[in-house]
């Protein structure tokens, strides 16, 4: 039987933070999808999670130790927030689990019930590195007894990536450089790595597997630039390792990065 580990990192947020109602709904949902692939497919919880929000990880999740910096510890913010770098996470991961794939999702996107078995679905079609895109719904859900209803209700197609797949063994080669999740492109950090560090990829774009309750995008806010300014330069100074490592594929994904961060295209 196929083994999975799924991680995320839960974070004890206020009721006017978009996560205080999506966060329960996530947690529900995964316990839901893994009860219904539990007859096919071995799948373990893990959270990533900081000392003070331990008490929000659920019971049947299994906590890693706790998350001891963030991108605070390696840039300047003109607003300070704690984000976790994405390597402190996989990393944790990568030493609780022998797991045959590793799965991590932004803790904002939920489920849908037969997750689990799509994703061995889709690796028993040979992919080993994926991504797969959200759904939007309506956000005017905020209670888990609604739940059966968001399932329900097939939303649109997103191009954010907030979900990837990919196989444990490859991981000790990412290089994931001080990028840190809840910022603009941290998806293209791990996009790269995936395209570079697998057999077959591919992304998934219109799959009805995940879903977010509306589309607010709050990390484009004016005064979070400097974090999206900060991911993208890790994310050029990780491009061009794989471009003098010439570990770059033919892809639309990779085409895309090579076209803005070619080191040819660049300013001097």
Same mark, same amino acid.
């Given at each position: 039987?196929?083994?999975?580990a799924?991680?995320? %990192? ?42 003070? *929000?331990?008490?929000?990880?659920? =019971? ?7 998350? *001891?910096?963030? #991108?605070? =510890? ?13 390597v ?6 990568y030493?609780?689990t022998?797991? *045959?794939?590793?799965?991590?999702? &932004?803790?904002?996107?939920a ?12 690796? =028993?079609?040979?992919?080993? $590195?994926?991504?797969? &895109? ?6 005017t859900?905020?209670n ?7 399932? $329900?209700? #097939? ?7 907030d ?19 809840g910022a ?10 995936l ?5 077959k ?5 219109d @799959?009805?597997a995940?879903?977010h309750?509306? %589309?607010d995008?709050? @990390? ?9 300014d ?16 010439e ?10 990065l ?11």
């Open positions: 039987m196929i083994k999975l799924h991680i995320v %990192n839960p974070v004890i947020v206020s009721p006017s933070s978009g996560l205080y109602i999506a966060q329960p709904i996530t947690f529900e949902t995964m316990r839901i999808a893994q009860a219904f692939a539990a007859n096919c497919v071995s799948i373990s919880l893990f959270s990533a999670q900081y000392l003070e *929000d331990q008490s929000i990880v659920p =019971d049947d999740f299994q906590q890693t130790p706790n998350l *001891d910096r963030s #991108v605070q =510890d390696v840039g300047f913010f003109q607003k300070p927030r704690k984000l976790p770098l994405i402190d996470i996989l990393d944790r991961l030493a609780a022998d797991a *045959d794939y590793f799965i991590y999702t &932004n803790v904002d996107i489920l849908m019930p037969s997750f689990y078995l799509t994703v061995k679905g889709a690796i =028993d079609q040979g992919y080993d $590195a994926f991504a797969i &895109n959200r759904r939007t719904i309506s956000k859900y905020s888990l007894s609604e739940i059966p209803l968001m399932f $329900a209700e #097939v939303g649109t197609p997103q191009g954010g990536h979900c990837f797949v990919f196989r444990r063994n490859v991981y000790p080669k990412y290089q994931l450089g001080n990028a840190c999740i603009a492109k941290i998806g293209k950090v791990m996009l790269l790595n395209m570079v560090h697998s057999e990829f591919f992304e998934f774009r @799959w009805h995940t879903f309750l509306g %589309n995008r709050a @990390w484009k806010a004016p005064e979070l630039q400097d974090y999206f900060h991911n993208e330069s890790e994310l050029i100074r990780i491009f061009h390792h794989y471009c003098r490592t570990a770059l594929i033919e892809h639309p994904q990779m085409q895309k090579i076209d803005r961060y070619s080191p040819s295209v660049l300013p001097d």
